[in-house]
């Protein structure tokens, strides 16, 4: 595939305009706001009856992503678009599907129809790829083993990404093995593994995929319930006894991400901090954030499992779906969650991340504004 060496910086691309589509998720609204910082105009694009998103510079679109001539219009004069949309709560298939999987479908046709369609950064997930059960980081060619409802929609949306960046769009997209890509190596048909750097023809055909590790920070809901524990002394140790993770705080993400947008890159990059963290490690940071020495419990797999299987009844009976799921409790069963992040160092050098500590305290100082415990 054309483009230069990967171990190469890449270079700075001029962004006139940009489109996040989930600009009001956890991630958006920082993506959003870090883009105002640095000045870059852009559209906010919110599901309709949904927080609305203020930024100066950007304008708040309130509508679904359908190929539809009001999403087009939306897209045009647009030469970016970063797509954080999507779903990683509840129990249901049919949940995932709509938001991972057939909205990226519909967003994919619009772009295709565009006379000049913009660049497309489409955010993913560590659970597309699944855990590292050798113990040993995985790379962005890694087979891909998701365990969970939530990872193998966004492998399939990854899957997608690839059959129409190949060519392949008419290959049956929405099942598993059927896009003409490979099931575990999505990236490595006609060389999507390998990434296309600035300079190259092809990096402005072909979409970036982001995988970042677990994402925390002020106005997260996922790690809320972890920071609720350590207020009472306490720090669950779910399924596993022990824990190896990757963790990057969300304001980190969003100026990698900028970055990422502003380096003319295609194919697939894990983006995130690179350091690894033991459960010892956020156990003490917890601590610290909160004044107290944690002391810590065992929740045994069969037990967590239960536990999620609860929260799933509970969906099944009110349609409302749960922080806590049985696709979660999996997740935590599995000790080691790591990404190499070579590819991301060597490309986008220079990258500087918040440590745990200031990150755990900063998210703790943000709770307690906000009310949130």
């Given at each position: 595939m054309d483009g230069g060496p990967e171990g190469a910086p890449a270079a700075a691309m001029?962004?006139?305009?940009?489109?996040?589509?989930?600009?009001?998720?956890?991630i958006g609204r920082r993506v959003v706001g870090e883009g105002a910082a640095q000045g870059r105009p852009g559209i906010a694009m919110v599901l309709p009856g949904t927080p609305r998103v203020e930024a100066a510079g950007w304008e708040c679109l309130e509508g679904?992503?359908?190929?539809?001539?009001?999403?087009?219009?939306?897209?045009?004069?647009?030469?970016?678009?970063?797509?954080?949309?999507?779903?990683?709560?509840?129990?249901r298939p049919s949940r995932f599907r709509a938001a991972n999987v057939t909205a990226l479908a519909e967003l994919l046709k619009a772009v295709g129809q565009m006379p000049s369609p913009p660049r497309l950064i489409h955010v993913s997930s560590v659970a597309a790829l699944g855990p590292a059960l050798?113990?040993?980081?995985?790379?962005?060619?890694?087979?891909?083993?998701?365990?969970?409802?939530?990872?193998?929609?966004?492998?399939?949306?990854?899957?997608?990404?690839?059959?129409?960046?190949?060519?392949?769009?008419?290959?049956?997209?929405?099942?598993?093995?059927?896009?003409?890509?490979?099931r575990r190596h999505p990236w490595r048909q006609k060389g999507?593994?390998?990434?296309?750097?600035?300079?190259?023809?092809?990096?402005?055909?072909?979409?970036?995929?982001?995988?970042?590790?677990?994402?925390?920070?002020?106005?997260?809901?996922?790690?809320?319930?972890?920071?609720?524990?350590?207020?009472r002394g306490l720090f669950p140790r779910l399924a596993t006894r022990t824990k190896r993770v990757q963790l990057v705080?969300?304001?980190?993400?969003?100026?990698?991400?900028?970055?990422?947008?502003?380096?003319?890159?295609?194919?697939?990059?894990?983006?995130?901090?690179?350091?690894?963290?033991?459960?010892?490690d956020l156990a003490a940071a917890l601590g610290r954030a909160v004044g107290r020495t944690l002391r810590a419990?065992?929740?045994?797999?069969?037990?967590?499992?239960?536990?999620?299987?609860?929260?799933?009844?509970?969906?099944?009976?009110?349609g409302t779906a749960s922080?806590?799921?049985?696709?979660?409790?999996?997740?935590?069963?599995?000790?080691?969650?790591?990404?190499?992040f070579s590819r991301q160092e060597a490309l986008l050098p220079g990258m500087s991340w918040t440590g745990l500590d200031e990150g755990i305290a900063a998210t703790?100082?943000?709770y307690r504004q906000e009310g949130w415990w």
């Open positions: 001029s962004i006139r305009r940009t489109l996040v589509i989930g600009a009001n998720g956890f679904p992503v359908t190929d539809s001539p009001a999403f087009r219009q939306a897209l045009q004069g647009c030469d970016l678009v970063i797509n954080l949309a999507g779903n990683m709560h509840g129990a050798e113990g040993k980081p995985l790379g962005e060619g890694s087979p891909a083993r998701p365990v969970c409802l939530y990872g193998r929609s966004k492998l399939a949306g990854e899957r997608l990404i690839a059959a129409w960046a190949t060519g392949r769009e008419g290959e049956g997209p929405f099942a598993m093995g059927e896009t003409g890509v490979s999507m593994a390998d990434i296309v750097t600035v300079g190259s023809p092809a990096c402005l055909r072909l979409p970036l995929v982001v995988r970042p590790c677990s994402v925390y920070g002020p106005g997260d809901r996922n790690f809320l319930d972890l920071f609720r524990w350590a207020r705080h969300v304001d980190d993400l969003a100026r990698a991400l900028w970055r990422a947008a502003e380096a003319c890159l295609g194919g697939v990059l894990h983006l995130g901090n690179p350091a690894v963290v033991t459960d010892d419990f065992f929740v045994p797999p069969g037990a967590a499992a239960i536990v999620g299987r609860l929260h799933d009844l509970v969906e099944a009976g009110t922080l806590v799921s049985s696709g979660k409790m999996r997740e935590m069963s599995f000790p080691c969650w790591l990404q190499d703790a100082a943000w």
